[in-house]
């Protein structure tokens, strides 16, 4: 017996696997999946829905609007949106790890490549180069340094480090390296760095590139690499505008105006417009073609702003909050922008894996934990259900703040049926036949035929004070004053509450279990073991409470693991009636408000909770009857 | 089952009393619900108007024919017409369609009426037209709910009772993931995602009903698969498929027929509680459900919302029991 209860918790394990796998195709039904739906439901009231399908669609949607990008990114991760949806084929192995990723990536710069280190890297953008290039130049770029370097990367760093970053070009002209291998690296690291540092020399070769990647944008709009960060060059551009400008300004716009002047003397602005217009995207009239020119319209619009009066600095502002999707902040000399750091922690959490070493039963096993399904799991496995948006906190501590409601009805309504059942059963079992079981039977059927939530509902319409009689609270757990009252108040009052709910929760169970009990009694008492009982001359009140009653129990004992659902998951429908802030109620807000996470966390807690009542019942039967055998 | 056996089944059915009374009752409710729209609709069933025949219940007249001028959609409960038309106007009892607001009340939901006995709900459609209306959806849900799930369980509890071994461990382990599954709930999330018709409603229901009644049916194939018969028939090199479904099911089909009135008795509480939660069928379908939540919403003034739904729902749901009983009874008389 041991042994099978043995097997039956452990057959838990696959069948909890089978459970969550329902649970996450249903999620992944919804159309355009949840982490859509929850953008949709957040920024409601904004304009009106572009339609789109996957992740990409509600990212360009939240760059629209504003949605808070972290909201975006914690969704994007807890639902692995990045990662494919069973089985990852895609694990790299160590031919692409390393510096060599980082290299064709940067001399590539080819954002539709097959290798998913060179994808990323290029869809990151270039805010990761400075931090790459001492690691290119150091050729002692292993991977653990790399990390450090990554980890190491505020602005005080490259603030340090802005010298060498510099000085690559003049390295490069002394450089007579025999491994050209090096040399093409850092020419190519140059050639990008000319985007910002020097933007004179390597001006048309630059802006050709950045022309190829827009059109390879714009030729699929719904894959523009990058939309997750949204710009992080301008990033760089700005920290650089913050360098020229130097310590010594005062305001913002001051800064701007510093700048500015510097930059026009190194580089002419009329070349970039010149460009953006040979490109057929017109001047910055249009907010469409700005999005469209990137952060190479950042020079033009900004000296667009100085030109203009103030006040109306403002709409251009936003304009470059548009382009680089944060808010355009200017950064104030000597702060610390942290969210760089961030950033790159963040990257480097999710892109580690291409740069470390992975041993071959490891790539076994991410084939089935890296994907959206595996990390879904491993976070239900520590209850990490992730956030409500409706509640805003986390799903776990709402759910288990509204289970008391749920077992404090399941728990009294559990016990009330019994109390009242079992009795009655006995009653109507001994009085066979007579005019008393005829009329408990009618009774009984009767009640069989009313659905709890309909009773509910009648019993609000007619003693919940509306057209007739104000006999009942028409819901809630207790009254407005209820803090105000003494402590025998308080109990009459919750009492006062209970009852109606009470008698709509006990109805579901009321006619079947008396029912159960008496056919139950009336089986035993025409045993062999009760005949023999009365023949020894023993009365038959004790023959039916003694002898029969305990093994008439055992039919009835099952009932109580099925039970446990109810106890702790209450019932939606009379929640939602009595309006009891409990586990069911809860479950109907979310479906309402598609509070997807809330559900989901729902959906695995019931299904647990049932699991478990189900082997508890067994459990129960056999500790009754050691007869039982399910083996 | 032989026609002797199925005949004895049915003379033990009619020995009692309450679920044969029950059974005509319910026959003759099913008969006024399929046929509503004869019973309670705003057309009449003919009309004589100047020596010619109309029907308007089977075809549309354009108002003109009548003389009427200023409507697009003739309405016969407020056409005037003189003596000399000659009019004859056969109206069916209630003349109400099921989406025809009254707009002779003050307000809505307006009380019982001489025109509106059950009053009206509140945007002013007849409450005794839309009990009918309704009937006839729940009907259509339950039975289609319960001859799908029952097919479905049908197959999965033979197939699984007749393999057994691994084949019925792994359906019990499947099975056991669907019953741990909150089903109300999981329905309701699906429902909430897809746009809900009827009939997307029936199949996610059917699609989760099923286990109920597997559970008897593979009982009842573990038992009879050990019988002379069977073994005769796999003898006779029988294949597994005609054995299942010409030779056993046959004979397991007790639990089937005897469970099926409650079967459909609890769609039609299962509609009506996805209807009360609106996750039912589309408005502006008529339905219990709907008309249970509007008398709760308005329950401190119009009782009569609540009221006359749930005494359709109890009564369909009563004689639906009793027969289910007096089946039970015919089937297995030793149990009550």
Known sequence: MKGYFLRRLLAIIPTFFGITVIVFIVLNLAPGGPVEQMIRQIRYGGRAYRGGSG??????????????????????????????????????????????????????????????GIRELNQRGTVLYPVLIPALLDERGSDTGLLELIARADTGYLKRHAESILSVPTALATDT????????????????????????????????????IMQWELSHPSKRPGRGFCNPVSKVFLDVIARHAGESAVSSREQLAVWWAEFQEKTDESAILENLKAFGRGDMQAEENLMRAGQLAVPATVSHILNL?????????????????????????????????????????????????????????????????????KNILTLDFGQSFTYDQPVIDVIISKMPVSIQFGVISFFATYLVCIPLGIAKAVRDGSAFDYGTSILLFLMWSIPGFMLAILLIVFFGGGSFFSLIPIGGLYSDNYFDLGLWEKILDRIHHFIAPLICYMIAEFTTLTLLMKNSIIEEIS????????????????????HALRNALIPIATGIGGFLGIFFTGSMLLE???????????????????????????????????????ILSDFIYTVIDPRIDFV | MSSAETRRYFRAFRRRRSAYGSLILFGLIFCIGMAAELIANNKPYFMMYRGKFYFPMIRTYHPAEFGVRDRIVMDYKTFQYRASDRVVILFPPIRWSPYEINKNVPRFPAPPSRLNPLGTDDRGRDVLTRIIYGFRVSMLYATCVWILSYILGILFGSVQGYAGGRLDFIGQ?????????PYFFLLIILIAIFQPTIWLLIVLSSLFGWVGISYYIRAEFLRLRKFEFVEACRALGMKPGKIIFRQILPNALNPVITFSPFAVAGGIMGLAGLDFLGFGVPPPTASWGELLNQGKRHFTTAWWLATFPSAALFITLSLLNLIGEGVRYAFDPKKY
């Open chain 1, 55 to 116: 992740l990409s669609a509600a990212v360009t949607v939240a760059c629209d609007t504003g949605v808070n990008q972290e909201i975006i990114e914690s969704l994007r991760k807890q639902y692995g949106f990045d990662k494919p949806v069973i089985l990852n084929t895609r694990i790299p192995d160590r031919r692409n790890s390393g510096i060599d990723v980082l290299v064709t990536a940067l001399m590539t710069f080819d954002t539709a490549s097959e290798n998913p």
């Open chain 1, 177 to 212: 390296d025999p491994d050209g291998g090096l040399k093409s690296k850092i020419e190519a690291v140059s050639t990008l760095f000319g985007t910002v540092f020097e933007l004179e020399q390597s001006r048309q070769s630059e802006i050709i590139r950045r022309i190829k």
């Open chain 1, 309 to 377: 009066p103030p006040r109306e600095t403002q709409p251009f502002l936003d304009l470059l909050s548009g382009l680089s999707a944060g808010k355009f902040e200017l950064p104030v000399p000597g702060g610390q922008p942290e969210s760089n750091i961030e950033i790159l922690k963040a990257w480097w959490g999710d892109n580690r894996l291409i740069y470390t070493e992975i041993s071959r039963p490891a790539r076994l096993l991410m084939a089935f934990t890296h994907t959206r399904y595996g990390i879904w799991l």
């Open chain 1, 527 to 546: 045993k062999d073991y009760c005949r023999t009982a009365r023949a020894k001359g023993l009365d038959s009140r004790t023959v039916v409470l003694k």
């Open chain 1, 576 to 614: 939602m009636i009595f309006n009891l802030d409990g586990m069911g109620l809860l479950g109907y807000t979310s479906v309402l408000s598609r509070d997807f996470n809330v559900i989901m966390g729902d959906l695995v807690i019931i299904s647990l909770i049932t699991l478990f009542g189900n």
């Open chain 2, 173 to 181: 382990r499947i099975i056991e993931i669907y019953t741990a599954v």
